[in-house]
């Protein structure tokens, strides 16, 4: 759960699913971003009304935010994998001592690849 600032409030609820499906509804994001975890690394969305698809695959990463903007009626949904969560609303946190946090020493790199395909 997101405050309104953005930050996480540390609180955690469960969205209920259809099996593995999570009904989109614009009043879902009324509070900000769903951040799911443990996905399986690929999210899918589709619609009734027609037979497309749109694939996003995203390996490296621990975390998908979905969204849109909040208490609004849009015409899409962004899809946007996380390494890390943000950070905790009244709580301050060293950078090296988040959790899920990604440290690389000096000059070295790390690559993350997201695939997205759109299937028709």
Request: aromatic residues 10%; hydrophobic residues 35%; contains cysteine.
């Amino acid at each position: 759960v997101m405050d309104e600032n953005f930050l996480a409030t540390g609180k955690q609820e469960p969205y209920p699913l259809d099996g593995t499906k999570l009904h989109l509804t614009h009043n879902i994001f009324d509070k900000d971003a769903i951040i799911l975890s443990n996905t399986g690394f690929k999210a899918v969305i589709s619609t009734d009304k027609d037979s497309e698809k749109i694939e996003v695959e995203y390996p490296d990463t621990q975390y998908c935010a979905v969204w849109h903007k909040i208490k609004m009626e849009v015409p899409f949904v962004c899809i946007e994998p996380w390494t890390s969560l943000p950070g905790v609303s009244g709580k301050i946190t060293a950078l090296e001592e988040k959790e899920d946090y990604n440290v690389l020493a000096g000059g070295s790199y790390k690559e993350h690849h997201l695939n997205i395909t759109i299937i028709k």
